[in-house]
């Protein structure tokens, strides 16, 4: 028996009428456990209609309301996390205590959004031209899609919904069709909180749904988070219909590691950041750059600790008679990871060292799954397909350069620009580096700079298209549109006011 996935729309399951259907499976085992729906136009234009009856009601509910909701919704999903995170492992693949942090990390975006009243406050000039007062004030745009990816189910979404909630709007939300549960849960958790019907909304689907979001004139913001060439097609045919849109897409992240680096620590943090959700992260570290001469040291602690990882189901180990958890789990689909395992073939074709064959790895786990172990490639450059692709798995490509200019120069030259981290102990270094990159989220001797919520996600070059980063004050500024309103109250003391003046006007 596999479970249907279908629309969530009105506050309840809507089952769609389009016969086309999509199997989801466990990662760890290779088993069907679902069917997710893909929507036709007449499924997406149902979801899309609850969105647009529930959006004027909900701009309207006050400051205060909104918020109690929010606050509802943040409790709820604190006490309850370990359900979703059940659900994101069965379905992604991802260790649980990984599944917890990736909501952890989204239930911050929850706790800022609980008090966005304060970035939702105009401002005020009194008599700013005599007898005249200008104020302002940001109002929701009403229906906002947001498209999301396989690789954080949970995360993603919630770095926009909370925010454009919290702004009155009413969300569509498209989840990867890859591991859909998350989001029907999600929209329980919503209706259990107290959320009106309609606020927020499930489409299962994949391009044909998409294409019925960026489309729709009833739709006036899109958020994207996925692989570039989707992003770039998302930013084109949002903006070609008339939207906003804030699509962000892959990377390629660096981790130079200067010669006066503690190598222990960047070692470490290599191999949190390398394998770390099987590298299925758009913030994992996939290129390390060791600037001479520490490359011989660094590799060697780094395939020293690659070799003790313990690949296996995300969901065990939680009992004393499953062992301690895995460090790893599988690859999100079996294509995705005989996609990755190319890759390292081509590695090796192309004359990079292997140091670490994630391939031949034994897994705790059924021998349906997929299966892929932690790989390491020394002497890579900067021509190779493993360096020049995004892999999105547990490849770990070491690139030797002879000097921090040399470093800087191939982050610089890269396509993409999520995320970088230097490693040194040198504060000027730091600070140069920190200047010389560009790129969106820098770290200094920290793997993963992802940004705390109140700050503002997003990369530069080919990893975001579009102007505005996701949470924090940006994303209070995507999802509200402002307006300023200029006010003469007639003074009846000061009579006479008016009279004819067809001149520009000016402030006196
Ligand atoms: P993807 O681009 O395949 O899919 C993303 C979304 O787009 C999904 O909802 C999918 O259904 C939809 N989609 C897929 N093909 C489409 C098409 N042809 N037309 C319209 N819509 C389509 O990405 P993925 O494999 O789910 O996720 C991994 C990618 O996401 C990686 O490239 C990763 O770097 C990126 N990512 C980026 C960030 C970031 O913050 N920049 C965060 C997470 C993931």
Known sequence: MTTPLTHWADGRRLDGASDRWADVTNPATGEVTGRVALADAADAAAVIASA???AKAWGETSLAGRTQVLFTFREMLNSRKDELAHLITAEHGKVHSDAL????RGQEVVEFACGMSHLLKGGHSDNASTGVDVHSKRAPLGVVGIISPFNFPAMVPMWFFP??????????LKPSEKDPSASLWIA???????????????LQGDKVAVDALLESPEVAAISFVGSTPIAQYVYEQASRHGKRVQALGGAKNHMVVLPDADLDLAA????NAGYGSAGERCMAISVLVAVDPVADDLVARIAERTRTLLVGDGGAGRTSEEGTEADMGPLVTAAHRDRVAGFISSGEEAGAKLVVDGRDVQARGAGGGFWLGPTLFDHVTPDMEIYREEIFGPVLSVVRVASYDEAVALVNANDHGNGTAVFTNDGGAARRFENDVEVGMIGVNVPIPVPVAYYSFGGWKRSLFGDTHAHGTEGVHFFTRAKVVTTRWINPAARPEGGLELGFPRNV
Do not use: H, M, Q, S
């Open 268 to 271: 470490d943090a290599a191999v």
């Open 188 to 202: 329980e958790l919503w209706k259990e909180a107290g959320l009106p019907d309609g606020v927020f909304n499930v």
């Open 52 to 54: 647009a009856r529930a």
């Open 101 to 104: 942090g990736e909501i952890a």
């Open 163 to 172: 925010v454009a909630i919290a702004a009155g709007n009413a969300v569509v």
